[in-house]
């Protein structure tokens, strides 16, 4: 026997060998679950978002025609109230007439946290025919991780439950049928070795250590 192996009694080396196969067989449960739960998620949030960015191009095209900046940016805060998104750019605001010579003009809100993941989308705002801006929205990535990490959660707290549980049901069945006949074994042996008057145990067991101390 190696000697970095743990001195485990009987009963410590099935519990850990119990425990270990549950817990790493629910580990990988866990992770294919991940990985099936996001690409289902995936084409839906997708699909939310080109929603949402379709919605807002239409929302801004009389604004955005009429150039009307305070409408825009009251459009692109109904925008920012959405849950998932954290950010509304409406670029290449043409000038009037009368300005000529100015440059496009830009609307921005802005809440997304610094270093956080996002996803950025961008479309036309289109009036008569003509593109009179462009609208870009950023979606926050948490829209698809928050619920996969609540999945998780609510897995991991199975997995706990179903590993003490086994291992309570387990250790009452390793002491009554394994560990209880190894102890009369040994003191049966004791007994023979010192040449000990005693009386014999009746072994109800039928199994293989009933066997064993019947004879």
Same mark, same amino acid.
């Given at each position: ?11 410590? =080396?099935? =519990? ?43 929302? =801004? ?34 000038? =009037? ?13 802005? &809440?997304? #946290? ?80 010192? &040449? ?15 066997? #064993?101390?019947?004879?």
């Amino acid at each position: 026997r190696a000697r970095w192996l743990p001195q485990l009694s009987i009963r410590g =080396m099935v =519990m850990a060998a119990i425990v270990a196969g549950v817990v790493v067989l629910a580990l990988a449960v866990l992770a294919i679950d991940q990985l099936v739960a996001r690409r289902s998620q995936e084409p839906l949030v997708q699909r939310q978002r080109a929603v949402v960015l379709a919605l807002g191009a239409s929302a =801004m095209t009389e604004p955005a025609w009429s150039l009307n900046l305070p409408a825009v940016g009251e459009a692109a805060d109904k925008l920012l109230l959405e849950p998932a998104v954290c950010a509304v750019e409406v670029l290449g605001l043409q000038p =009037m007439d009368g300005e000529v010579g100015k440059s496009p003009k830009t609307v921005h809100r802005d &809440r997304c #946290l610094p270093g956080a993941n996002s996803t950025r989308l961008e479309a036309p705002v289109v009036a008569e025919g003509q593109t009179v801006a462009r609208l870009r929205i950023t979606f926050d990535g948490s829209e698809v991780d928050a619920p996969l990490a609540e999945r998780r959660r609510v897995a991991v707290t199975l997995v706990t439950v179903q590993v003490l549980a086994g291992v309570l049901v387990l250790a009452g069945v390793l002491s009554a049928r394994l560990l209880r006949p190894i102890g009369r074994l040994k003191q049966q042996a004791g007994q023979l070795a010192g &040449r000990e008057a005693a009386p014999p145990y009746d072994w109800p067991e039928g199994d293989e250590l009933g066997e #064993l101390g019947r004879h």
